[in-house]
């Protein structure tokens, strides 16, 4: 029989992400106790583990009055199945959430009290609300130098570690933002056909068309374990994988998505997430892309410089070795947005074909340049050259197609089946491009969950445009999707035509 | 047939208070246009109606790939049922959430756009994500006293307004945190039976074991339409209902819960929050009561002067004629704690038993005498006599009755069946009373929601306790509830007894 403080648990499938939500029905005894007036959170306990939830009323007979659900993530952190006992306790103050309320008020917090809210936010005490409030304590009161190292730190610390053979470790990262720009396979199969060290661990989209590790899914695996990742390392000098399953940063991870329900970028939260990302995967030699565009992340060039600098100055005390470059973001780089279309370009550049987008070319071999230089392998102004020969003799796609085998087999990317040409409404010069509505436009006709979904675009700021002609093509898996994708673009403007 | 961008309603029963939510399952092509790895937020349309709701996902066959379901108060603003249609769109930027990023970045914000921020808020178009950065960025930056004035405008103008014959209309308000210390139901009828008016909209508890909502609902009803108040009060000449009908500064009820979960406390935001909600119910002199104590919510002098400076500010601008006082905050105020021990308090008083809190009756009259000298009822210095009179002949009492009568009746309240006494474990002195987690204790025992429980509360700061002597009694109306109080009981501590 239950003691009083247990419900039997029950399994209802309901998935609110990484926050762990607790379902109670209104007449349950614990469920009277705790109130639901505010938003109530429990302590809940199934074999010697303990996890916070937040509390949600079932008004309904989903559940019975002893019994008690758990949304999905919360149901694997406990490891409970239809049928078990859970104990429920009162939750007492959690320690940290006061170092968030010193920081709402402007104190400066120390590396002891950042480890703290780090690794209670990784153990899932936090609700969104409180990831909230520390986000936007960190944005109005601007984290100091010494409070980005420390956070950068304790980020680090709450997760895995990755080491490596070699004594130099390159890796790249953009401040996103720009639809496209799918560099970064070109990129790392250029500098490790030239010999350098790139274990890319990239991360999956958010809220954008396509991550990285979504865009290389369509031309191999990405989830391997640590063991397999370790082996196409040590065989081809680099990979790209999806960095989910090494758990670095993971505190990022969690904070990254309430950032963007937020739309606030707290420099000093943006500058750890980066760097405890590439510290904790074990570069040594960093390249950060900054684009600067109206619509991009980054809208100025005073902001991206004082960026720059902060970056610099955390990383020197890191020991990481950084060149921060700072690049045109007024436009998309390449033509495909979504997965299969940017591994489309991605393989025209490798391939050298002549119809690849020299846009996504250039760019990538400037960034496989600023590599080849700061990681000492090239003197200064000699990269690029390196690099192009690297590219254009095939050795950079030679050395692609064989990380794609080993990562698991290469494969073709595959086109949408489902396609809305978008013509231009009159004659005229492009003067803007919105960066943001395109990229949702892309994402709501399904990228990057529908790998061939996305947006083919074909024009570029300041070219000519007739009237008439196809200036996009949006691509979809299903009628559904393309038809939602419309709906949306109904109301928005993604290119501005200036007519002559 | 239903088009591609909606999807058919099926109820669930899923409660989670003012937040709206929207469930659909993870293969629906929404769902899957979407995203579920942000925070995704989606428009709904029903019959002319719309709503902005947050995706949880639904990986069961609760839901169908074609349904969508809501949570309560999503439910009922759309006044949808199983089987309807609903329309489903992209949520395009909520123009408001950039008036919170730039306070967030430090702006000052302008009357229109606190004016925009309210409205959108009472519209259900913030998350609680959003409401969390809003009022962290409010905490963060300070609100200049321009601000506060236009919150507070704003907040009256989000929701009714009440309008009485008289032009002298009272109120009182505690900055809570003081369990018992329920003063409110005696001064109405002090002043009332003088001849003031007195029309009290009080709140139900949110994270405390009683409001004076729920203490008076054990007397009588409280839950009148506009209609009947206004006849109590041209009867009576006051009264003590629930607010919630009344819709006064709707905005408010939401951000308080979300400010309980962060446990901050935004001055500003509290000013505005106190000040809207007693002009809206047309409030002309208004007694702030400030308790100060280390475990009240007011800890010392100095913060309760800056707040009462500020209050007077704003005030005297809105035109509404304010005395504050600040009264000890170290103890609770009378012997029980929950709805029907304090109700039995509440009585005694007002029926002068010699066993009555003495505390409580002193409060009371301070209170009452204020309210009379700063109404210009009586000269300064002579209100106490007057209240004291007023209650102690009865009058007071008759007008108590009178007034439930009105409201729907006089009950006497009952106690609890289960119940369980707390010893004193030494002999001493009581040197410390924790007010939180008293107040913990109580809430965890049932009250409100069961009316009956809660702690009755015997002992007083710096009198003296024997070993084995009843400090205090902890009320339940089931066993269930008694438990999950005293394992919370088992954990914390209430009161420090200093040995002789």
């Known amino acids: 029989m239950a003691k009083l403080n247990q419900l039997v648990y029950k399994e209802l499938g309901i998935d609110t992400q990484h ?88 104190n400066e917090l120390s590396d002891e009290q950042l480890g703290e ?12 609300v409180h990831l909230s409030a520390f986000l936007t304590a960190c944005a109005s009161n601007q984290l100091t130098t010494k409070e980005i190292i420390g956070l950068t730190k304790a980020m680090i610390k709450s997760g ?21 720009n799918r560099t970064t396979p070109i990129i ?36 391997l374990t640590l063991k397999q990742i370790t082996k196409v390392v040590s065989d081809q000098g680099g990979c790209v994988v999806w960095g989910g399953s090494a ?45 600067v565009g109206e619509t991009a992340k980054i809208r100025t060039l005073q902001a991206a410089q004082n960026l720059r600098r902060e970056v610099e100055k955390v990383a020197l005390v890191l ?38 987008p020299s846009d996504l070319k250039e760019k990538a071999l400037l960034l496989s340049a600023k590599l080849l230089e700061l990681s000492g392998l090239e003197n200064p102004g000699d990269g690029y050259e390196k690099a192009r020969k690297a590219l254009e003799s095939g050795m950079a796609y030679d050395k692609f197609i064989r990380i794609c085998q080993e990562q698991g087999g290469f494969r073709e990317p595959e086109l949408a089946e489902y396609r809305h040409k978008i013509k231009a409404d009159c004659t005229g010069t492009v003067t803007k491009v919105n960066n943001r509505t395109l990229a949702k436009l892309a994402k709501l006709a399904g990228a ?15 070219s000519e445009v007739k009237k008439g002609q196809t200036i996009f093509e949006i691509h979809a898996e299903s009628k559904g999707e393309l038809s939602y994708a419309l709906e949306y673009y109904s109301k928005i403007e993604i290119i501005t035509i200036e007519q002559c």
């Open 160 to 180: 895995k570690r990755m080491q490596w053979m070699s004594d130099i470790v390159v890796d790249k990262h953009c401040i996103g933002g720009l639809p496209g």
């Open 448 to 462: 990057p969950n529908a790998p061939s979904a996305g947006v083919d675009f074909f024009v570029t700021l300041n």
């Open 19 to 106: 926050e762990y939500n607790a379902y109670m029905h209104r007449s349950c005894h614990i469920c009277n106790s705790e109130g639901f007036e505010a938003l109530t959170r429990i302590r809940i306990s199934h074999k010697g583990k303990t996890i916070v939830a937040s509390l949600n009323v079932i008004s309904s007979a989903l559940l019975q009055t002893d019994e008690i659900s758990l949304s999905h993530s919360a149901e694997q952190s406990l490891d409970v199945s239809t049928g078990q006992m859970l104990t429920i306790s009162h939750l007492s103050p959690i320690r940290s959430l006061s170092y968030v309320r010193s920081k709402i008020f402007g």
């Open 188 to 223: 790392v199969a250029i500098v490790c056909a030239l010999g350098l060290t790139m274990p890319k661990t990239s991360s999956r989209a958010i809220t954008s068309p396509a991550g990285t590790a979504d865009t290389m899914e369509v031309l191999t695996q990405v989830d």
């Open 319 to 356: 020991g990481l070795h950084v060149d921060v470059v700072v690049t045109d973001g007024a436009q998309p780089v390449g033509r495909g947005i979504g997965p299969c279309l940017e591994a489309r370009d991605v393989l025209a550049v490798l391939r050298n074909e002549t119809e690849a």
């Open 117 to 128: 809210i780090i690794d209670d936010i990784v153990s899932g005490h936090y609700s969104n």
């Open 247 to 291: 758990n670095l940063s993971p505190a990022d991870d969690l904070l990254i998505k309430v950032e963007k329900a937020l739309d606030i970028d707290s420099e000093g939260q943006l500058i750890a997430s980066v760097l405890s990302k590439k510290i904790a995967a074990g570069s040594t030699h960093l390249i950060v892309d900054i684009p």
